[in-house]
């Protein structure tokens, strides 16, 4: 018998629609899982009573016929999004006792269109890192191992790695992700599960903790590319509170979701083909393109020749907004405070903001305000930041060349398999490389997906990434969906938790 936390988005709603169970079962079946796997670090709060208010709410609107779109539905959401009376620390000792007085628009979507809220999910401090190692609250541990029997702990990718522990390890059918520079997609393609960047602007950024605005994405991490669109549905919409929500109609991107890629025009860029990435990883990229010329698809070489600049343009951008978003942390408005004791006179205010700030945020945070207020400073504004503005505007633009000859990218979403805790996280550039598949189409804006395409040598999961043209989610999610069905992914991690 598949248990019910077996179950995904799509499945709990419909089985919750026609009776088949009752959502408080849901609830607490998932409930209990959580309870179970504390062991994997994805939580940083458990809420088990808003999941059970929120189910009985569901069994209640069943009986009076008045159910919302995810009514039933149980969510876990990333860390990063303010929940109203609920702690949210974006992953950082600075915002510890943080209990927002409001609800970020994307959670309070979801929660509107009738979702509960199993607890708010472990993360890299300010979404800043690859694998989940920079959270205040400790790493999480992804669910899979290596089949070599060696045990070894290993990352669930970041920045979103409790989300997709929760996942993978069904502690939760969906959750919330946010991708600025890969964060949904890398840890989606480490777990075995689908992850989706919308195009920016989709969602809104409202209550959403700061770390790069221009580049920051809500999106769902769950099961499979149905669950995905059902909840991105909900996620999504225009927002007057978020200048730079787009003022455009939600499509029904469940209803139109199809597996019919015929004719579609697939680019392959060349670029993408970087040395030292894994046979491994060329061996599952070269079955996705197989799979969907089989599906009908136009294979297509085609070039992004900038691709090579993505990577450092994403590093001066990221850390260059983060520096002033992070600058609101100060000791005074919210957050935590650190008085010196012998701060007084002229010097004390500045006293205060150094000590709040120097045991507020840990190494990798201050790492990036250091860069950050170097590339924006008045002696290296122009050689850096300025420069690389530029250059983002090269790499959108080879986008928008390549999409006059296909319709669609398919490129592996991160050059390995997930690593061993503890493996990258003394040297940064290695752990900012591993984002190089992942930070062209976020510097771009444009919607991108990973998806479960095969398993490498130890057994672990390899994702394949889609991504498309500006606003067509629904191109990037028939393609996706046309991979699922035609890759049968059904491994799954044994329970050692
Ligand atoms: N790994 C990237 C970084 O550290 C992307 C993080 C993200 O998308 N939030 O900046």
Not at 26 to 32: D, K, Y
Not at 36 to 53: D, G, K, M, S, W
Request: with cysteine; glycine share 10%.
């Amino acid at each position: 018998m598949t248990s019910l936390t077996d179950l995904g988005v799509a499945r709990i709603r419909d089985g919750v629609r026609d009776g088949a169970f009752a959502a408080r079962e849901v609830a607490e079946a998932f409930i209990a899982a959580i309870e179970q796997a504390r062991a994997l670090n994805a939580f940083t709060v458990e809420t088990p009573e808003h999941a059970l208010a929120a189910a009985d709410a569901a069994d209640a609107a069943r009986g009076s016929g008045d159910l919302k779109p995810l009514s039933g539905v149980p969510l876990g959401i990333k860390d990063l999004f303010a929940t109203k009376g609920v702690q949210t620390t974006a992953g950082s000792r600075i915002l510890a006792d943080f209990r927002p007085t409001y609800e970020s628009t994307v959670s309070g979507n979801l929660l509107a269109a009738g979702a509960g809220m199993l607890g708010k999910l472990n993360m890299d401090e300010f979404a800043m890192g690859s694998s989940n190692e920079t959270s205040a609250w400790g790493p999480v541990l992804s669910p899979w191992r290596r089949s070599d029997g060696g045990n070894v702990p290993l990352t669930p990718g970041g920045s979103s790695g409790g989300s997709a522990s929760a996942v993978a390890a069904r502690l939760a059918p969906g959750v919330t992700g946010t991708d600025t520079g890969g964060s949904i997609r890398q840890p989606a393609a480490f777990t075995g599960i689908t992850g989706i960047k919308p195009t920016y602007g989709r969602c809104s950024r409202w209550g959403m903790v700061a770390f790069a605005s221009s580049l920051d994405q809500a999106g769902p991490m769950a099961r499979n590319v149905r669950d995905c669109a059902i909840m991105l549905q909900a996620m999504a919409g225009f927002d007057p509170k978020d200048s730079t929500s787009l003022d455009l109609p939600v499509p029904d991107w469940e209803a139109a979701v199809s597996s019919d890629v015929r004719g579609k025009r697939i680019g392959i860029p060349k670029e993408y083909r970087i040395d030292g990435v894994p046979a491994e990883i060329d061996r599952v990229w070269e079955h996705g393109i197989a799979l969907l010329r089989d599906a009908g698809a136009e294979i297509v070489e085609v070039s992004l020749p900038h691709t090579k600049y993505a990577l450092p343009t994403y590093y001066i951008i990221a850390p260059a907004e983060a520096s002033s978003n992070l600058a609101r942390y100060d000791g005074v408005r919210y957050g935590r405070r650190v008085q010196p004791e012998q701060a007084k006179g002229p010097g004390a205010l500045t006293d205060m903001y150094e000590a709040t700030r120097a045991a507020g945020f840990g190494a990798e945070v201050k790492r990036r305000i250091m860069i950050g207020t170097y590339v924006l400073s008045a002696g290296f504004y122009d050689a850096y930041f300025n420069q690389a503005q530029k250059v983002r505007a090269l790499i959108a633009r080879d986008f928008d060349r390549a999409w006059e000859s296909c319709d669609l990218l398919l490129t592996p979403t991160a050059p390995s398999a997930a690593f061993a805790l503890g493996e990258k996280s003394a040297d940064p550039i290695a752990m900012y490389l591993n984002d190089v598949f992942a930070v062209p189409a976020s510097l771009a804006g444009l919607p991108a997906i990973s998806v479960p395409a095969g398993l490498d040598d130890q057994g672990l999961p390899l994702g394949l990434q889609l991504v498309g043209r500006a606003l067509d989610e629904q191109g990037v999610l028939n393609a996706a969906l046309a991979l699922e069905e035609r890759v049968g992914f059904t491994a799954r991690p044994e329970a050692w938790w």
